[in-house]
């Protein structure tokens, strides 16, 4: 099983809905990130979090929040999507109790927001 | 505001050959940098990282180099393959006081190896 998973893999929405992307991490890493993938734009990181009750915004967080609801899993919520909200989204975690804080992604939400 | 440069955008390249991708940004004042290989419509995959005390790591035909005075890293490839097609990307973080916060990413190099 993946070490760290995300749903749904894909979605389609329309403007105005919310919707709620979710991560789930089994490598028991304490930080986790949501980011988006732009073409063009590359990657930005939206928000971050380093344990349950400590929540930070990112590059941009407008349009967007996030609930840590247990040390593995952070959910990122679009509470009116958006069309200019369709990217590719991922989750990834980090472990700052090891030396080298790499950073693990998931595999990907495509959103479609129309 | 950290912004990171990959140079080129694009490369093809025979198999066989060796390669050098090229990543620069603008604020020294890093906690680590990582390297990543992208495959289209997949996630991320890290190759590697190096802290911001450290001059270089090795995993395989990959050497990844860093020179924070001057703001550059390098991704050496050795002996290309068709299966190191990918983007790869080059990516930053910064240190805030409990540890590494979020990554600050390129927007990376496409790289076609050609069999």
């Known amino acids: 099983d993946a070490d760290v998973t995300q749903t749904p893999r894909n979605r389609i929405t329309k403007t105005g809905k919310r919707i709620m992307l979710e991560c789930s991490q089994t490598?028991?890493?304490?930080?986790m990130y949501w980011y988006r993938q732009d073409p063009g734009l590359g990657l930005r990181l939206i928000y971050y979090?380093?344990?349950?009750?400590?929540?930070n915004k990112g590059e941009i967080s407008d349009g967007y929040s996030v609930s840590r609801q247990a040390q593995a899993k952070f959910s990122l919520s679009l509470e009116s999507a958006i069309p200019n909200q369709t990217a590719l989204y991922f989750c990834?975690?980090?472990?700052?109790?090891?030396?080298?804080?790499?950073?693990?992604f998931g595999p990907g939400t495509r959103l479609l927001v129309l | 505001k950290q912004e990171v440069t990959q140079i080129p955008a694009a490369l093809s390249v025979p198999e066989g050959e060796n390669l050098v991708l090229n990543c620069s940004f603008t604020?020294?004042?890093?906690?680590?940098l990582q390297w990543f290989r992208q495959d289209p419509g997949k996630g991320l995959t890290s190759l590697l990282l190096?802290?911001?005390?450290?001059r270089e790591q090795t995993s395989g035909r990959l050497n990844a180099s860093l020179d924070k005075s001057s703001g550059r890293s390098t991704l050496y490839i050795a002996a290309s393959q068709p299966g190191d097609s990918a983007t790869y990307l080059c990516?930053?973080?910064?240190?805030?006081?409990?540890?590494?916060?979020?990554?600050?990413f390129g927007k990376g190099t496409h790289l076609i190896i050609q069999p």
């Open positions: 190096i802290q911001s005390s450290q």
């Open positions: 604020d020294s004042a890093i906690y680590n």
């Open positions: 979090s380093f344990d349950v009750k400590d929540i």
């Open positions: 490598k028991g890493h304490d930080r």
């Open positions: 990834a975690t980090s472990d700052t109790t090891g030396s080298e804080e790499t950073q693990y």
């Open positions: 990516a930053v973080n910064r240190y805030s006081g409990g540890g590494a916060d979020g990554l600050t």
